[in-house]
C-alpha cells in the first residue's frame, strides 16, 4: 500500500504564492502518473494539473500560466507551484498517485490510483 502526505496548504491573499507538495511512502510497486485535484464548495472537482512519469504536464485552462507541476522521482514527490492566486482558486487540494497493485493470490496486477486527506488552500481578496 501507498501513503500519500500533501503540505504547504494555507492562507493567501490574492496575488500570492504558495508551493505544495505530495510525499508517497511504503510499498510502492511503481508509480505513474501523479497529480493534483481540487474541489471547491459547491463545484465539481477538478483535475488542476497532472504530470506523467516521463515529465509530460497537462493543466486546468484556469490555471495555466500561474500553475505549474513539476516531480522528484527519485523522493516519489509531486509540487504544485501556484502563483498570482485568486480567490477562484480557494478549494481543498488533493494529490493523487497512479499506481500498480498485485492480488497476492495470483501474480495479478492491477492499476489503482492513490489520494492523499487533501489541503486546504484559501485565498482572500
Known amino acids: 500500500q501507498v501513503q500519500l502526505v500533501e503540505s504547504g496548504g494555507g492562507l493567501v491573499q490574492a496575488g500570492g504564492s504558495l508551493t505544495l507538495s505530495c510525499a508517497a511512502s511504503?510499498?510502492?510497486?511503481?508509480?505513474?502518473?501523479m497529480g493534483w485535484y481540487r474541489q471547491a464548495p459547491g463545484k465539481q472537482r477538478e483535475l488542476v494539473a497532472g504530470?506523467?512519469?516521463?515529465?509530460?504536464?497537462n493543466y486546468a485552462d484556469s490555471v495555466k500560466g500561474r500553475f505549474t507541476i513539476s516531480r522528484d522521482n527519485a523522493k516519489n514527490t509531486v509540487y504544485l507551484q501556484m502563483n498570482s492566486l485568486k480567490p477562484e482558486d480557494t478549494a481543498v487540494y488533493s494529490c493523487?498517485?497512479?499506481?500498480?497493485?498485485?492480488?497476492?493470490?495470483?501474480?495479478?496486477?492491477?492499476?489503482?490510483?492513490?489520494w492523499g486527506q487533501g489541503t486546504q488552500v484559501t485565498v482572500s481578496s
Open positions: 493523487y498517485a497512479d499506481s500498480i497493485r498485485m492480488a497476492p493470490s495470483v501474480p495479478t496486477m492491477y492499476p489503482y490510483t492513490y
Open positions: 504530470i506523467t512519469g516521463g515529465g509530460s504536464t
Open positions: 511504503g510499498n510502492i510497486l511503481r508509480i505513474d502518473a
